[in-house]
């Protein structure tokens, strides 16, 4: 079956640093590939996504891109703000959405 | 644009009663909407997938009778959880996929539900 694997949190960073969380995907065939963030007590929100290789997401200073060759979707910021302090959970679609566990991120001053 | 409301956001109820939380997709129409459920510090968890005027479909290990989905137009679904028991307690999202997409979807802002 289809499946999402995202590195494990807690990722604690200070302010400015750069972010990088992993994810890469199993999948027969090529899913839609998905960022979500989730900040406490809310649903989630869409970040990016990219529907085939090579596609780039980007939205708010974070960017991922899809890469068939090693089957991943890393998501990348630059320079991270403690506003950016959240759960942030991958996930791939192909008829159904598969999230992967999820990652926190806690950004400090 | 794209927004998805649940009302709702939380509940408190005694064992036994039943709860409804209703999904909307407030600016666009869905003929698809999903129900989720979420533990603390977990991911979503598919329940059912949810479609305007048809039975929804449930995934595996999820009672049908105990969460009853219905979706009676292309904006509003709600999730009744019938005679609830304190392990029904969970934050639960629903979200709704746009006429035309056929891969993203819109979530809500979730319901916490505490059954006591």
């Known amino acids: 079956g289809n499946s999402v694997t995202q590195m494990e949190g807690p990722v604690t960073l200070s302010e400015e640093a750069f972010l990088t969380i992993n994810c890469t995907y199993t999948a027969t065939g090529y899913p839609s590939l998905f960022w979500y963030v989730q900040y406490p007590g809310e649903g989630l929100q869409l970040l990016l996504k990219a529907t085939k290789a090579d596609d780039k997401g980007s939205n708010k200073g974070f960017e991922a891109t899809y890469r068939k060759e090693t089957t991943s979707f890393h998501l990348e910021k630059g320079s991270v703000q403690v506003s950016d302090s959240a759960v942030y959970f991958c996930a791939g679609v192909i008829q159904k959405v598969t999230f992967g566990t999820g990652t926190k991120l806690q950004v400090i001053p | 644009g794209a927004v998805v409301s649940q009302h709702p956001s939380w509940v408190i109820c005694k064992s036994g009663t039943s709860v409804k939380i209703e999904c909307r997709s407030l600016d666009f129409q869905a003929t698809t909407m999903f129900w989720y459920r979420q533990f603390p510090k977990q991911s979503l968890m598919l329940m059912a997938t949810?479609?305007?005027?048809?039975?929804?479909?449930?995934e595996q290990g999820v009672e049908k009778d105990k969460f009853l989905i219905n979706h009676a137009s292309l904006t509003l679904s709600t999730l009744t959880v019938t005679s609830a028991h304190p392990e029904d307690s969970s934050f639960y999202i629903c979200?709704?996929?746009?006429?035309?997409?056929?891969?993203?979807?819109?979530f809500g802002p979730g319901t916490r539900l505490t059954v006591l």
């Open positions: 949810s479609n305007e005027g048809s039975k929804a479909t449930y």
């Open positions: 979200s709704a996929l746009p006429l035309g997409s056929t891969d993203t979807q819109y």
